[in-house]
């Protein structure tokens, strides 16, 4: 399952990347932001969503680890952000999507503003199509549900496809095999 | 057609750049489409489409109003405009009431067609565009020109000029930095602005959900940042349940863009959070304007099945040639004739329901399996209804409507027509006909037509008995064509009669509005070719064939004439087209071919009714190959070629290109022979490769088998 969405979901842009623990992924994380230029300069922070992934997680010593993440996610701190990260709910095999519930404001800010998102995920949440997250999705306790399927793109003028217009430019996704169990 | 409307077409025939355009852009789609859809069964997914939306359009009502109470009981506000002023009004007021002062929108068809952005901006307030397409026609003060791709008529030169002008700059004309200067200009739009207004893909009457399918992801900011969320929705938009949105949302993407899906696809079901903790105010508004009236008629409803995809205009021969901007709407193509002729005025549509050809593309490309071409008759027969048929067209179809009268002009056209015959075609015909000899050659009238001849053809007396069915180019132009087809049916053991009083198919009435005229027709044809007890009814004319078959029993029903429907039915069982029979005949065992014959290289033309209506297109090609021929399929093999019956007449400049492709198509093969099992592109291929002098052989089927087969 995973190897195929890997396959529809690179097809489409996105980059994709999984580890066996919270803990890998977590220095997964670090290590991007670095690699990113992630400072705490202006528009070179990232913004980290709330989110059940953070939980148990020691912020203050991962902030010290990544200068410039940020777990306040305002609109003006949005507007401005390098990096937003955030979780989602399933990935589709068919199509390479991820299905999110982006009800709270700050999950639709972190995936909408920032150049780069990244969207952490377990690889037990992968699902084969539309009609099986179609049967888990709900829409009377989800007011706001997303596919994102790659990164934001155009091809508006003469047809010529360009990422970035509005949304990310880039759509980087972190499977982790053992979501629950770690830390 | 007014001439203003003429001079568009031609102005939009010459424009390079927007042909180019479109032509590689629909060259790309066809086989992007073909690979999206692999692995699934579009005939299956649009059958669920259609059944679904069917529903919905049929039960308007009850959807709406259980849209309204589950979406209100979340929190958002739900009004029924039954007009475009009524939702107009609507907004303003919730402008006013907020102090609004600038709007974001993300790409609604809906709001075009009430020309909502010219409203607000009237009223005192800023309205920005903000998928990349719209805001740059609306920067140049243009219309859509393709509902899924407003701007693909402009060139980056153009886009990098009119970014220059809102930007201060000079810029260059690189695509991805002409986008960024878009993402700069517009974020800050977004995040000043009071109010965002979205069309809607699909409404869920079950849940109270509106979805909406972006690629660049501006309605998640429109739908996000300003405190104001209006949705736009036409009533079309409806479906009742949840799951009702997954085969649309696999359909529509595919045949929009050949994406498996959108970048991003939001379902909102009533208001969310405000980037400052407050409650997004969330207005729906559904949208009438017609629609309901459009689900009661019984020609129209299916219009609703529609789910604007776009894809009949990246199919349509025509579009591709004159782009969106000549139809004059907002909706343009086929399905915008349509469209147009309902939300705005079916005289709207008079001059653009002309631009059809009737090739069928579209419909065999429409996800939600709605007839275009069978509407934009439809259109044709109300304005005929409406305004009666010109002076011109009035003096043919009474002639056509009486056979002996047409017969006999037909005959006096062949002597008329000697002194300008060269070679076996003419230059000028005579009469009606006069106009047809534009760009190329027509054959000449035959000296006797098959009619007389078939009085001397001698043939063996056989058990089983056909009817031939010649139709007026056969019967008047080709008259050997229907000689090798006696031929070809005595080998098989069948005797074939020629009714004598068979008459005009009526499809030149029928394509024109005349149903009155298509009628007769129907009923003559009707009564000769039943009149004898016969097996089959055959023609080597598919435009005759779809009439027999199809043609009569809609005509006749739509005259209320239902008296001779079991007639035609009984008919339509027995109607065959040549190249099915004689692959049947095969089949059977009743006809083989000579052995180890190679004939040499061949390419295959399929005719739009052929392929497209009867769904012939593997017998030909397959009895031609097991005759000797090589086949080499052309590209496009089965796009039309222009002629379309008396459109090659009046729309000479959209007729003349679509043959030069057709031809440059059949060239590119190198094969010597072009196959087609319709005589009107016999008359328009052959017509146009005599002019340029091609030497390639414009061949019948049946001319080319006739030596070739064998009986038991
Ligand atoms: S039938 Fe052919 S010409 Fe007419 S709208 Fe459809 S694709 Fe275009
Ligand atoms: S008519 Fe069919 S093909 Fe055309 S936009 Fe509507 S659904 Fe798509």
Redesign the pocket.
């Known amino acids: 399952m995973y190897e195929l969405f890997k396959t529809k979901a690179e097809a489409v842009g996105a980059e994709v990347h999984r580890f066996k623990t919270k803990a890998d992924a977590l220095d997964f994380i670090v290590s991007f932001l670095k690699d990113e230029g992630v400072s705490d300069a202006p528009k070179g922070y990232a913004l980290w969503a709330e989110g059940p992934f953070l939980d148990g997680v020691d912020r203050t010593s991962l902030q010290a680890k990544a200068p410039g993440l940020k777990f306040q996610v305002t609109r003006e701190l949005a507007a401005d952000s390098l990096v937003g990260i955030s979780e989602a709910g399933y990935a589709l095999t068919d199509t390479g999507s991820l299905v999110t519930d982006q009800t709270a404001i700050v999950q639709r800010l972190v995936s909408t503003l920032p150049v780069i998102h990244v969207a952490i995920i377990g690889t037990d949440r992968i699902l084969d199509g539309k009609p099986a997250v179609f049967a888990k999705i709900n829409p009377s306790n989800s007011r706001y549900i997303a596919f994102i399927t790659g990164p934001s793109r155009t091809a508006d003028i003469e047809r010529v496809l360009t990422i970035g217009v509005h949304g990310p430019k880039r759509l980087v996704i972190v499977f982790v095999d053992d979501l629950e169990g770690a830390n | 057609m007014k001439k203003e409307f003429k001079d568009s077409v031609s102005k939009a025939v010459h424009n390079a750049t927007l042909t180019t355009a479109l032509g590689k852009f629909s060259e790309a789609y066809k086989v992007n489409r073909a690979k999206a859809y692999e692995g699934i069964d579009f005939e299956a997914l649009r059958q669920n489409i259609a059944d679904r939306k069917a529903f919905a359009a049929s039960h308007i009502d009850l959807l709406a109003a259980s849209f309204k109470i589950k979406a209100e009981a979340l929190g958002a506000k739900v009004f029924l405009a039954d007009s475009p002023d009524k939702v107009k009004e609507y907004i303003l007021k919730v402008a006013r009431d907020n102090n609004v002062k600038s709007v974001v929108k993300s790409k609604s068809m809906a709001s075009e067609e009430i020309h909502l952005n010219d409203f607000l901006i009237k009223n005192g307030m800023s309205v920005k565009e903000t998928d990349l397409g719209e805001w740059i026609i609306q920067l140049a003060g243009q219309k859509p020109s393709h ?1 899924v791709m407003p701007a693909i008529h402009m060139t980056k030169e153009e886009v990098a000029e009119l970014f220059g002008k809102e930007v201060h700059e000079r810029l260059t004309t690189d695509i991805p930095r002409l986008v960024e200067v878009a993402r700069k200009e517009l974020r800050s739009k977004f995040l000043e602005a009071d109010m965002g207004i979205t069309g809607g893909n699909l409404a869920v009457a079950e849940t109270g959900s509106i979805v909406l399918v972006t690629n660049e992801g501006n309605a998640r900011m429109v739908t996000t940042l300003p405190k104001i969320h209006i949705a736009l929705v036409g009533i079309e938009k409806f479906v009742e349940k949840f799951e009702d949105i997954v085969p649309i949302l696999t359909a529509l993407p595919r ?1 929009a863009t050949a994406q498996l899906l959108t970048s991003y696809c939001s379902i909102i079901t009533g208001p969310v959070e405000n980037t400052d903790g407050s409650m997004k105010q969330l207005h729906i508004i559904l949208m009438d304007n017609r629609r309901t009236e459009m689900s009661h008629d019984v020609k129209f409803k299916q219009a609703m ?9 990246n199919v349509c021969p025509i579009f591709r040639l004159v782009g969106g901007h000549v139809f004059g709407s907002v909706y343009t193509g ?2 915008g004739t349509i469209l147009t002729a309902w939300f705005e005025a079916l005289q709207n549509s008079e001059d653009i329901q002309g631009l059809c050809i009737q090739c069928g593309n ?1 419909k065999e ?4 399996k ?1 007839d ?1 071409p069978d509407m934009i008759l439809e259109i044709r027969r109300r304005l005929v209804v409406d305004k009666g048929q010109s002076l011109t067209q009035k003096a043919i179809f009474s002639v056509v409507n009486n056979r002996k009268l047409f017969h006999s002009m037909l005959r006096a056209a062949s002597i008329t027509g000697k002194p300008f015959t060269s070679g076996g075609f003419i230059r000028h015909l005579p009469f009606f006909l006069s106009e047809l000899t534009e760009g190329r050659s027509l054959p000449a009238i035959a000296a006797e037509p098959f009619r007389d001849r078939f009085k001397k053809i001698k043939q063996p007396k056989l058990k089983e008995k056909a009817a031939f069915y010649a139709g007026c180019l056969i019967d008047f132009a080709y008259p050997e064509m229907g000689e090798s087809l006696i031929k070809i049916l005595n080998k098989a053991g069948i005797e074939v009669i020629f009714p004598q009083d068979q008459t005009c198919c009526g499809a030149p009435a029928r394509y024109n509005g005349a149903y009155e005229v298509a009628g007769n027709n129907a009923v003559d044809n009707i009564t000769a070719l039943l009149k004898e007890d016969v097996k089959y009814v055959v023609s080597a004319c598919p435009t005759c064939t779809v009439a027999l078959e199809h043609e009569f029993i809609a005509t006749l029903e739509s005259l209320g004439r239902t008296d001779w429907i079991p007639q035609a039915k009984k008919l339509a069982e027995k109607t065959v087209d040549f190249s099915t029979l004689v692959k049947k005949l095969v089949d059977e065992g009743r006809l083989s071919f000579r052995q180890g014959q190679k004939l040499g290289s061949f390419t295959y033309h399929d005719s739009c009714h052929l392929r497209r209506t009867l769904k012939v297109f593997e017998q030909p090609r397959e009895l031609l190959q097991k005759a000797g021929y090589q086949l080499t399929e052309m590209f496009e093999c089965d796009m039309c070629c222009g002629m379309g019956g008396s459109y090659s007449i009046k729309l000479p400049e959209i007729s003349a290109p679509i043959l030069q492709r057709k031809l440059a198509n059949i060239k590119n093969t190198g094969a010597s022979i072009v196959a087609m099992d319709c005589p009107g592109c016999v008359m328009q291929i052959g017509g146009g490769l005599h002019q340029d002098g091609a030497p390639i052989k414009v061949k019948h089927t049946l001319e080319l088998l006739v030596d070739q087969v064998e009986g038991k």
């Open positions: 509902m045949s099945q529609c789910i604007r995809c776009g894809s009949c205009l086929g399905i579209c490309v429409c996800p939600g709605l275009i």
